[in-house]
């Protein structure tokens, strides 16, 4: 009872402000004054320990209501030099900021995925993030598209639209993939889980790489990827206005298109957008890749209400629609196997509240939930036909429908305290719960044949199938991380842990559920085979992360960091049953979670002209889950058990990935910047003395950015991967390559009313053909996208 009121009292509590005073002003670029929206804005007072936050709205525009006092005023953007300076406000001021433009990264962007607002630079974890800049520059198919660019990510794909990624060789099973700090929660068989997204509407992209924290628990063994997407922003003064996108590539006749609209004031903000894309089938330099076209659209809004100056309250909307999406490749659906998404849809709604500044030590509360609903269903024609021994029967199955509806809910509650200057600490609860519901029809054509081949009898028969029983898995969770600065403020330690309660449960299933002859159903057919009995059972586990980062001088850092994770099967591991004609694939309900140690080590150079991030890593992991051969053990409905060849997941495999990835940005000379990446991960199988699967091969980028003053810029990369003969059994070796990539990029142009910027380039310039070693050992994509030619566009209204 004593929670529920201090609760009550949080969200309901008028706190004791003394008199505030009005801060705005407007933000633009220094050389071509345009107004710059979507800049972070911090006021501390460090005698009073308040800390204010604002973003400027698209007009450049902020405000914040304040105590009298001495404030340091800090502005943090993608591309721009920090100001920072002493504000004193005992009056409504005005603040008009001019920023200058920043070659290089200097650590100074604002990023949430270690649970609070904190610059890049202030991170001990090796973190990535890619910018709405960075995405509007690429032609960015989909958010894995973007994110391989970055050090230690790779790209893995099942088509052009059905991708995801590897983390320093670790696949999307071990990855917790987040939209808004929100789980997606949806089978790992097939690449799709960076599909559901409309790439206009992302803010950023935050990727933390290896187990270097705990706040998520299961499944952050290989990293975390959090979509960040658009909203507006709060405003001394109503405000109107959207935005128009467009673009067009070449290589698959892609045309996108997405308006927004915009309005807000102090009290309140509000926002609707809708996008649209279609595509053909994809070009490569050896031809076109049957069954790669997709459509999709696109709808989301955003609604912000300020309750009190301190109190916010947010609701937001994203529905996801994709179409006719072929899928090439993949090893669900293996030889001559033509697959599409007939339909795949995310349907997302979710809810925030937030109170800041309660106390002197209880400095945030936040309060979230949301409801998520994805959907994939699958056209799948085998293109196979088969006899029996002696020729007198043929059986053609013509199609497979395969269907999974994942439905997710899930809340947080989190507290941020500070006991002392110098400290930072988080507690929190989250609570999440994934249903599952599949459903499988396969049409077959079984004919009866005379001795010279005529058909005698023809019966057409449906056979209804459940893949994986309905169940449902529910995690709760409780975590902490406390940061603590040292040393006058040269170190920084944090510890984190969290302890998870897992609960899996489903219902019994039948390797099938009815069959129809002839348009006769049969909801009782003979020899069903019990693949699963109903179960219920309940799992412990826990995480924990220790993190250093210490300055050895003003623009010098290094980092360590350790982690024990974790991983809960998943419903598909340990429910399924899938016999698509090829093979017959199981899970095992009583498998172990897997268990990860890792450490990091990195070096980190912030100088004004020159920027150097190093990571050297190792992961230990074990029960890894994995396929075997082996005999399945069933029970018929009518009692008699018997087996059936099978692939069976097992706990079975210790493993080691260690490796090194860095980049860096060099500004040698005036707007000219050197820029580059490289990545190295060994992947081996330490039990059984061989290699890991899908290890993507060494690989890197080097490119020469140059920045036309009040014009644009332009940036030739070059982008090289090696040989990769470090292979699993079974998996194809590949050769190495090299690529070039043009991006050209406009400044915005005032027109009378609106303002106007233009994006292209050309990928792949010299139409290489080459294999990308996670989608080729995946499934029949064998050769990449060839040369590409796009161009985009922006407007703002």
Not at 279 to 289: L, Q
Not at 620 to 632: A, H, K, N, P, T
Request: hydrophobic letters at 35%; one cysteine or more; a negative charge.
């Amino acid at each position: 009872m004593k929670t529920i009121k201090l609760v009550f009292f949080l969200l309901i509590s008028m706190n004791a402000f003394s008199q505030q005073f009005e801060l705005n002003g407007t933000i633009k670029d220094s050389e071509s004054e345009e107004e710059l929206g979507g800049v972070h804005i911090q006021l501390i007072n460090q005698n009073q320990g308040i800390n204010y936050n604002t973003i400027s709205n698209l007009n450049g525009e902020y405000s914040l209501k304040v105590e009298k006092g001495s404030y340091q005023v800090i502005t943090s953007y993608v591309g721009y030099k920090d100001y920072n300076q002493i504000q004193e406000i005992n009056a409504d001021k005005r603040l008009d900021v001019l920023l200058e433009k920043e070659l290089i990264n200097l650590g100074e962007v604002m990023v949430s995925s270690m649970k609070q607002q904190q610059k890049i630079k202030a991170v001990s974890a090796p973190l990535e993030i890619v910018t709405k800049e960075q995405i509007e520059l690429a032609s960015s198919f989909t958010a894995s598209d973007i994110l391989a660019g970055e050090p230690g990510i790779s790209l893995a794909r099942d088509g052009v639209w059905a991708t995801g990624i590897n983390i320093r060789g670790l696949s999307q099973q071990r990855i917790v993939m987040l939209v808004d700090g929100n789980r997606i929660e949806t089978a790992t068989d097939l690449m799709a889980s960076m599909s559901f997204f409309d790439m206009d509407d992302i803010e950023r992209i935050e990727v933390i790489k290896g187990a270097s924290s705990s706040l998520y628990g299961t499944g952050a063994m290989g990293g975390i990827v959090n979509v960040i997407t658009s909203h507006p922003t709060f405003n001394s003064s109503t405000y109107f206005n959207g935005s128009l996108n467009g673009g067009y590539s070449t290589v698959n006749e892609l045309f996108t298109n997405k308006l927004t609209f915009n309005s807000g004031s102090e009290k309140w903000y509000a926002s609707v957008s809708g996008s649209t894309r279609d595509a053909n089938n994809i070009n490569t330099p050896e031809g076109e890749i049957p069954n790669s076209q997709f459509s999709d659209i696109s709808i989301s809004a955003n609604v912000g209400y300020k309750v009190k100056e301190n109190q916010v309250f947010e609701l937001k909307y994203q529905y996801f629609d994709a179409d006719d999406v072929g899928i090439p490749g993949g090893d669900a659906f293996p030889g001559p196997a033509t697959a599409t998404y007939s339909d795949a849809k995310r349907w997302m709604i979710s809810a925030n509240y937030e109170i800041t500044n309660i106390s002197d030590q209880l400095k945030k509360f936040n309060l979230r939930y949301y409801h998520q609903y994805i959907i994939r269903n699958v056209n799948l024609s085998p293109n196979v036909v088969s006899y029996n021994a002696d020729s007198t029967q043929r059986t053609t199955p013509q199609l497979f429908t395969p269907s999974g509806a994942h439905t997710t809910d899930g809340g947080q509650l989190q507290t941020d305290w500070s006991f002392g200057q110098n400290n930072s600490f988080i507690l929190g609860l989250d609570v999440w719960r994934r249903k599952v519901e599949t459903s499988r029809e396969k049409y077959i054509q079984m004919e009866v044949l005379d001795p010279t081949g005529n058909v005698l009898v023809t019966n057409n028969i449906v056979r209804g199938e459940t893949p994986i029983p309905e169940s449902c898995f529910g995690s709760a969770g409780v975590y902490f991380q406390n940061e603590q600065k040292l040393l006058n403020d040269d170190l920084k330690f944090i510890l984190g842990g969290r302890l998870d309660g897992i609960r899996i449960a489903n219902e019994q299933a039948l390797d099938y559920d009815y069959l129809i002859v002839n348009g006769i159903r049969n909801d009782t057919p003979p020899n069903q085979r019990i693949t699963f009995e109903e179960n219920e059972e309940y799992k412990l586990s826990w995480s924990a992360n220790l993190g250093l980062l210490y300055a050895v001088v003003e623009d010098l850092d290094i980092s360590f960091n350790a982690g024990r994770s974790f991983r809960a099967p998943s419903l598909e591991e340990s429910f399924k049953y899938i016999d698509l004609g090829n093979m017959v694939r199981i899970g095992d309900p009583n498998l172990d979670p897997e268990q990860g140690y890792s450490m990091d080590l990195g070096l980190r150079i912030w100088k004004p002209k020159f920027h150097l991030k190093i990571d050297g890593f190792v992961n230990w992991l074990s029960d890894m889950i994995v396929e075997e051969s082996g005999e399945f053990i069933y029970s018929y409905t009518t009692g008699v058990a018997d087996t059936i060849p099978a692939l069976i997941n097992r706990n079975v495999d210790k493993a080691r990935l260690y490796g090194v990835d860095f980049n860096f940005q060099y500004n040698f000379y005036r707007n000219f910047v050197l820029h580059g990446t490289g990545s190295y991960v060994r992947g081996e199988d330490t039990q059984n003395d061989t290699n890991l699967p899908l290890i993507p091969p060494m690989n890197g980028s080097l490119g020469l950015r140059y920045n036309i003053q009040k014009y644009g810029g332009v940036d030739l990369q070059a982008i090289g991967f090696a040989d990769q003969d470090k292979v699993a059994e079974g998996e194809l070796e590949t050769k190495g390559y090299a690529r070039f990539d043009l991006r050209i990029y406009s400044s915005f142009i005032n027109i009378d009313f609106a303002q106007v910027k233009f994006f292209g380039g050309i990928e792949n310039i010299g139409d290489r053909a080459y294999s990308n070693h996670l989608a080729t050992n995946r499934g029949s994509i064998t050769i990449e996208p060839g040369r590409n030619f796009y161009i985009k566009m922006r407007v703002l209204f």
